[in-house]
Nanobody, 116 residues
Framework: QVQLVESGGGLVQAGGSLRLSCAAS????????MGWYRQAPGKERELVAT???????NYADSAKGRFTISRDNAKNTVFLQMDSLKPEDTAVYYC??????????WGQGTQVTVSS
């Protein structure tokens, strides 16, 4: 099992920035990718950004140019730097880890609220 603990959410005004962190522990050997997803009220969970062990990143169109995902492999931690935040970015943000290209693990989620 992999345990994921997120931190860094909060309330920010439009145009502001937040940095989310997610630390993985437990059976971290074999984690090939980590990422961030979000779920707004009444909507399905959606991809925000992912990063694989080699450092290749993938972003949702809504995140491109504003969000940056990075990871510290030595600490099994992934970060999401969010700049130029918009009210539509308001959601619960979930950390994800994929192990052996087969098993998905999720954090408990952290609330991000952007006021207009």
């Amino acid at each position: 099992q992999v345990q994921l603990v997120e931190s860094g959410g909060g309330l920010v005004q439009a145009g502001g920035s937040l940095r989310l962190s997610c630390a993985a522990s437990g059976s971290v050997f074999g984690i090939n990718a980590m990422g961030w997803y979000r779920q707004a009220p009444g909507k399905e969970r959606e991809l925000v950004a992912t990063i694989i062990m080699g450092g290749i990143t993938n972003y949702a169109d809504s995140a491109k140019g504003r969000f940056t995902i990075s990871r510290d492999n030595a600490k099994n931690t992934v970060f999401l730097q969010m700049d130029s935040l918009k009210p539509e970015d308001t959601a619960v943000y979930y950390c994800n880890a994929n192990r052996w290209y087969k098993y998905d693990f999720w954090g408990q989620g952290t609330q991000v609220t952007v006021s207009s």
